[in-house]
């Protein structure tokens, strides 16, 4: 029999290693933007730690 198991988020964002680079989506109400961007890390139930992506990237967003 195929059992399934459920995996939280939290476990996921740790599978992530720092230094990856993760695909955003801003999504404002008149738009969204799409940037990529290095992922530094996460203190755990509280913060996610991006490195700021490039201004001329984030474009109007």
Same mark, same amino acid.
Not at 2 to 11: A, C, F, N, P, R
Not at 50 to 61: D, E, Q, V
């Given at each position: 029999?195929?059992?399934?198991?459920?995996?939280?988020?939290?476990?996921?964002? *740790? !599978?992530?290693?720092?230094?990856?680079?993760?695909?955003?989506?801003?999504?404002?109400?008149? %738009?969204? $933007? #799409?940037?990529? *961007? !290095?992922?530094?890390?996460m203190?755990?139930?509280?913060?996610?730690f991006?490195?700021?992506? %490039?201004? $001329? #990237?984030?474009?109007? !967003?």
């Open positions: 029999m195929l059992k399934t198991q459920e995996v939280g988020q939290d476990t996921l964002l *740790t !599978a992530i290693s720092a230094g990856s680079i993760v695909d955003l989506e801003i999504c404002l109400p008149a %738009n969204s $933007k #799409r940037v990529k *961007t !290095a992922y530094v890390g203190l755990q139930g509280a913060f996610l991006l490195n700021h992506p %490039n201004p $001329k #990237r984030l474009g109007a !967003a």
